[in-house]
């Protein structure tokens, strides 16, 4: 037998054994991608029927790009990712590096630091409800014994103060996440270069510098791209702690879009919004794929 008609049945049956997984892909992401994109070419209004309902081309997008709603809401949106996501990511390093240097109850340890990721969002959300509430709740109980009265009264009255608070509950709930990646990226580290730089004479700074970080790289990548693209979808938390207010000084793409869809009915918008949406999340992966890549790169292996 010909080593070509070889080759050419394993790669059918590579194919054929690859097909379903393919297909199961193909159902779940890409064709929701595709109807997405196809319907953000349409006008569908449900709720004024005797308008146009079809095609309009990029009208939505048009419309879209001259609302200052959504240039409002796309502001809203970078800026909390940017804030949350950095702070998840230096809390997260700092709490991998104390449990992966420690290794006390290291089960345990992981498993309490899990606890606030796997709550549910709207869970966190109301239980920051209660802790943020002038009547009975802690952190207000806290400010009256700093002597500031009025300042615990209206923390989702203003919009400084409202989005400290959401920027607070996502980083309590999601800053395990990325611990638990890093911590994993650390326990990969072998042990036998910590060795040799301890010998060499290497201060804690310089191991960290150009040992641990850029092996560590790989892993704060992946939690940055998974962080990122959950941080700039983010609705939950806005929904359920001030939703979108006070005014609109809350509102994001995510919440934006729920309005347009379930309130106003407008499939064809919103679903010109999601496109945007998801393009703002692949922007932000492509940037720290660059970015990071090249740092990648650039570091000499051990």
Known sequence: MKPGVLLSREARL?????????????????Y??????????QQKIIKLPWLHQGWVGLANYRELLAADRFWQALAHTVMFTVVSVSLELALGLLAALAIHRTRILTGLTRAAVLLPWAIPTVVA????????????????????L????????????????AWAVIIATDVWKNTPFITLMLLAGL??????????????????????????????????LVALIFRT?????VFGHIY?????????????????????????????????????????????????LYTMGLQIKEEPRP
Do not use: C, K
């Open 229 to 233: 693209a959950q941080a700039f979808m």
């Open 125 to 144: 959300a109301v239980m920051w409800l209660f802790l943020i509430n002038p009547a009975f709740g802690l952190i207000p109980m806290g400010l009256r």
């Open 14 to 30: 590579g194919y054929l054994l690859l097909a379903p997984a393919l297909l199961v892909i193909a159902l779940v992401a890409l």
């Open 32 to 41: 929701p991608l595709g109807y997405t994109l196809w319907l953000s070419f």
């Open 187 to 220: 326990q990969v580290i072998p042990e036998d270069l910590y060795e040799a730089a301890g010998m060499d004479g290497a201060s804690r700074w310089q191991v960290f510098r150009h040992i641990t970080l850029p092996l560590l790289t790989p892993a704060i």
């Open 240 to 288: 359920t702690l001030t939703g979108g207010g006070p005014g609109t000084a809350t509102e994001t793409l995510a919440f934006l879009n729920y309005q347009a869809i379930l309130n106003d009915m407008r499939f064809g918008y919103g679903a010109a919004l999601s496109v945007v949406i998801f393009l703002g999340s692949l922007a932000f992966a492509l940037f720290y």
């Open 146 to 161: 700093l002597g500031l009265p009025e300042a615990w009264q209206v923390l989702l009255a203003h919009p400084a103060s």
